[in-house]
């Protein structure tokens, strides 16, 4: 059985106690960790002492799933790996961070080799290859769309064709299956009986979503949020997962909380949470 887990993303602007707090408050045991470039959570990096963050996360019964370092150069990872390491977590997530020859001619091959010393699993997220920016969260760059990256089925299977290696993996997000009108049942078939499933968003997108246009804008963080009247059926994505043998962390995320008081975040992710787990312990008898 997959384990469910949650994002810290959603508490960008809170503390790391605070986030935490919160987590466990509903019900959560582990967490995914966030090393990422503003505005996206940063609550962890280098530097930071590895212990002080492990006492936290024990203070709370929490323990991390993963480390999610989007937005940050080939040095900033390796230095992410390391910390990861150091925190005991196993997998790194990030996204396709340049023109797909480039990612895994150059970019990507010293990560894996790095993870591979340190026993961290690299997770590319199939992720619309749109360059970061601080104001992605608007629609940001969708003009400036890589010509190749890792976003479609053809391309998640040429990436763990082109790198076959058993710390590389993916870090399943469908609502980017969802824009590039995949089929997100099939990839997750794929991925999992070739041990290349390494982590999975339950995460959904708003049903408002203008294709070429919105480009990472995926609407208002309530519509990312799974629930009943969602775009996406999640009691059947996570019946997939569970048909497929994934034992992996699947966890609650979503983009779109800037600006949002500790009470709202915590009251929308409790909502979808209940619709979340209700599913998961259906599946769990």
């Known amino acids: 059985m997959f ?11 809170m503390s790391l106690e605070e986030a935490l707090r919160d987590l466990a408050d509903i019900g959560f045991k582990e967490v995914n960790l966030w090393s990422s470039a503003a505005p996206l959570a940063h609550h962890v990096n280098p530097g930071d002492d590895p212990g002080k963050i492990r006492d936290l996360l024990d203070k709370y019964g929490m323990k991390p799933s993963g480390l999610t370092v989007y937005g940050k150069n080939q040095d900033e990872i390796l230095e992410r790996v390391e910390f990861a ?17 480039d990612f895994v001619g150059s970019f990507l091959p010293p990560i894996v080799e790095a993870g591979a010393r340190a026993g961290v699993r690299i997770a590319v997220e199939n992720h619309l290859t749109v360059p970061f920016s601080a104001d992605f969260e608007a629609g940001g760059n969708e003009d400036k769309r890589w010509d190749e990256g890792v976003d479609t089925f053809a391309q998640i299977k040429r990436l763990v064709r082109d790198i076959d290696d058993p710390y590389l993996g993916v870090c ?9 009108q995949e089929t997100i049942s099939e990839v997750i078939t794929f991925l999992t009986e070739r041990k290349r499933l390494f982590y999975y968003y339950i995460w959904d997108v708003d049903r408002g979503y203008r294709h070429g246009v919105d480009g990472l804008n995926f609407g208002p963080g309530e519509k990312q949020l799974p629930s009943p009247d969602g775009t996406l059926d999640h009691r059947f994505l996570l019946s997939e997962l569970h048909r497929a043998g994934y034992q992996g962390a699947a966890s609650l995320k979503c983009h779109g909380t800037h600006g949002w008081s500790l009470e709202k975040i915590g009251r929308e992710l409790r909502a979808s949470d209940a619709y979340v787990r209700d599913a998961y312990n259906a599946l769990a008898k």
Do not use: K
């Not at 384990?3 to 602007?13: G, V």
């Not at 399943?172 to 590039?180: D, E, F, I, Q």
């Open 85 to 101: 390491s150091q925190l005991g977590i196993d997998t790194v997530i990030f996204d396709c961070e340049a023109n797909y020859p």
């Open 3 to 13: 384990r469910y887990t949650a994002e810290i993303l959603p508490y960008h602007d």
């Open 172 to 180: 399943l997000a469908p609502p980017h299956l969802w824009v590039m």
